[in-house]
């Protein structure tokens, strides 16, 4: 790999490669790491990248290691990139005192209130910066679907709103679907933000939809667990389901009975995902 990219790990996988690396990062003016699956039909030409964005507390290589889509993305022929939730060990005040704030917790958003600002930009690392480094070092075509979990989904879909040249798909796992009514999202915008309320809207999937669902009518699939213990205080799914059928926006909302907010469930259904943006990037290679 060049200078600027440092390879901490690689590892054969269903005939491809998962690899960690990490860089420092011109948007946050940090160190960021990412994961990389690459399939074995990239011995044969570019692939699309499908992104998937992870949790509260997670790192880039709980999705690799919990998520088993590596099988399904090499049945499809699809490169999977998950990137860190967040900057570490910066020595800002406060960026290790909870679980839902600071470290693991960036909410994919570029902070504008301090001491956040500076370095927690993950909205523009995502849309601008990584995308750039994974078309120079690995065999990416251009096109891009995203995915994610939780606080994740928040972030895919509101990404996918933001940017609907940039992103062809998007899914999401048990996303914080209206995270200006659900604590966690109340605290992360808070924080990152400042009390400017309004401000926030620009941030919740459920706003933003209203105000720009998907000029070509692209379909939004939503998996969510009947069992998630997160459901009622956080998630709010049932907001952007009614904001969708105001406005006609496509949105599958699948109900599964007995699953909870983990891993097991995400592993479960990862393969209906894989497919929903395999099929969506398959005329975009």
């Known amino acids: 790999m060049p200078e600027n990219l440092t390879t901490r790990e690689e590892h054969a996988c269903f ?18 790491r990412f994961a990389v699956y690459v399939p074995p039909q990239a011995a044969e030409g570019p692939l699309p990248a499908l992104y998937y964005l992870a949790g509260l507390t997670s790192t880039e290589e709980t999705f690799m290691t919990k998520g ?28 290790d005192e909870d679980w839902d704030f600071g470290s693991g917790a960036g909410f994919y958003l570029d902070a504008t209130a301090e001491p956040w600002s500076r370095h927690y930009k993950m909205y ?95 379909p939004i699939l939503v998996d969510q667990g009947t069992a998630d213990q997160f459901l009622e205080e956080q998630l709010y799914p049932e907001v952007l389901e009614d904001v969708c059928q105001e406005i006609g926006q496509p949105l599958a909302l699948r109900w599964h009975e007995g699953y909870d907010h983990g891993y097991y469930f995400i592993s479960t259904f990862i393969e209906d995902h894989v497919r929903h943006h395999a099929e969506a990037l398959s005329g975009r290679m």
């Not at 808070?190 to 692209?218: C, I, M, N």
């Open 15 to 32: 005939g491809g490669t998962v690899g960690s690396y990490a860089h420092h990062s011109s948007a946050c003016d940090a160190e960021m």
């Open 68 to 95: 088993g889509a590596q099988r399904a993305a090499s049945e499809n022929g699809l490169m999977l990139i998950a990137p860190d939730t967040s900057p570490r060990a910066l020595g800002l005040p406060g960026e």
């Open 124 to 218: 523009t690392y995502l849309t601008r910066e990584l995308p750039a480094i994974v078309a120079e070092h690995f065999p990416a075509s251009g096109a891009q679907g995203i995915f994610g979990h939780s606080m994740g989904g928040h972030g895919a879909l509101t990404l996918a709103l933001k940017n609907q040249d940039l992103y062809a798909s998007v899914s999401a796992f048990a996303p914080i679907a209206a995270p200006t009514r659900a604590p966690w999202g109340v605290k992360a915008f808070s924080g990152y933000l400042g009390p400017d309320t309004e401000t926030w809207r620009e941030h919740d999937a459920s706003e933003l939809v209203r105000e720009r669902p998907f000029a070509d009518g692209r």
